[in-house]
Nanobody
């Protein structure tokens, strides 16, 4: 079955960095686009970044220039490098196989001011 396992979340001070990883199994990873979403308390889940199977990426405006999505098809893993973190980036971050109902369990990111 399909499994997505996120890791790399944690507590960081504003201005700091974290790198999230999402390891996929049970799918032909290289043919799928992947997305990173986040959900803050009391808010709807929002798309943060997306990467196509070919490696093209796009981002929500609030993270442009600070976050970078990448993928390693040999490791079946998608990454989200998050720099210059802000308290408003605090959320549970989820990875998703694009246009499917496959989601990871989420990893908590907390940015203190």
């Amino acid at each position: 079955q399909v499994q997505l396992v996120e890791s790399g979340g944690g507590l960081v001070q504003a201005g700091g960095s974290l790198r999230l990883s999402c390891a996929a199994s049970g799918i032909m990873f290289r043919i799928y686009g992947m997305g990173w979403y986040r959900q803050a308390p009391g808010k709807q889940r929002e798309l943060v970044a997306h990467i196509t199977s070919g490696g093209s990426s796009n981002y929500v405006d609030s993270v442009k220039g600070r976050f970078t999505i990448s993928r390693d098809n040999d490791k079946n893993t998608v990454y989200l490098q998050m720099n210059s973190l802000k308290p408003e980036d605090t959320a549970v971050y989820y990875c998703n196989v694009w246009s499917t109902s496959f989601w990871g369990q989420g990893t908590q990111v907390t940015v203190s001011s």
